[in-house]
């Protein structure tokens, strides 16, 4: 490991990587035990390389941004976790198009968008995760997605960088063929339209306002944990089968929204995990639907 570590180093720099990494310092849910290797590139030769000597070393490797839909597991993550985030968030604006590099805050482009008057991104600003991550599951709120703004989009597959167009990305409900074949996603255009700002800011707000009313963003988790069924709304199916408020140590399904788990203070990921399943369980029983998880689980 020493000697991964150090080749590391050298191809990205020695402040880009730390050892025994706490993850719960890097996900929403503010959970996670240590990852062995934790780097954060600033370029997409840096993203490159490091997957480069994960693959030559046989060192299994994880892709977050900033853990706002992964819940890590409590014995941590063996391998390399690559943080796309902060070092890796340009922004370009040309028109009505704007090129975003994968680990740009989504509220950070819908600010960008309003700023020069583009309208039509006004569904994500309140969304906590990066491009990056919402690209690869289509990522939507309040009637939008990202498949409804996507031109294109750079992504690293097989070692070689390759553009998608928005029908290659195969978007579907909270997925995607970049997900699916395990693509990064490098970078996006999105395609606006021309609006008032100050209109654009207010509708901006206006959501905000409903997230921060009907959702427990005072609390950490990683955001709806459910995927919506077919036919039916998780939170409902949750509520109707007097689950809210339920918990599991210091895990809970939230009693101000239902398709929430979050974290009450101290949760482990083994209390999230047995909390999921017997929500899902119970929800089933009742009304033989079964729940999948949205939230991303990963590590041991």
Do not use: W
């Amino acid at each position: 490991m020493e000697n991964i570590i150090e080749v590391l180093k050298k191809a990205i720099g020695e402040n880009n990587v730390i050892e025994n990494e706490l993850m719960s310092k890097h996900t929403t849910f503010r959970i996670g035990g240590n990852a062995d290797i934790f780097v954060t590139p600033q370029s997409t030769e840096d993203i490159e390389n490091v997957i480069k000597i994960a693959e030559k070393t046989n060192t299994p490797y994880y892709i977050i941004g900033n853990g706002s839909n992964l819940l890590v597991k409590d014995n941590g993550i063996r391998g390399i976790v690559i943080q796309i985030y902060k070092k890796y968030s340009d922004i370009t604006v040309n028109g009505n198009e704007i090129t975003v590099q994968s680990g740009a805050l989504l509220s950070t482009v819908a600010k960008k968008a309003m700023e020069n008057s583009l309208t039509g991104f006004e569904f994500a600003s309140g969304i906590p995760g990066t491009i990056g991550g919402a690209v690869c599951m289509n990522a939507g709120a309040y009637g939008g997605e990202i498949r409804d703004v996507l031109v294109s989009c750079k992504v690293l597959k097989d070692g070689k960088v390759i553009e998608l167009d928005n029908e290659q990305a195969g978007f579907e409900y909270r997925n995607s063929r970049i997900m699916a074949e395990k693509m990064i996603v490098l970078e996006a255009v999105l395609k606006l339209e021309k609006g008032n700002k100050e209109e654009i800011s207010s509708k901006m707000k206006e959501l905000n306002s409903q997230r921060n009313t009907k959702q427990p963003v005072e609390f950490p988790s990683a955001g709806s944990t459910f995927k919506r069924p077919e036919g039916y709304f998780a939170a409902k199916l949750i509520d109707d089968s007097g689950l809210r408020g339920f918990s599991v140590g210091k895990a809970q399904v939230s009693p101000k929204h239902c398709g929430f788990v979050v974290n009450n203070g101290g949760a482990t990921a083994q209390e999230v995990l047995e909390l999921i399943e017997k929500v899902t369980e119970i929800v089933y029983d009742k009304f033989g639907v079964r729940l999948e998880p949205e939230v991303r689980i990963i590590g041991q």
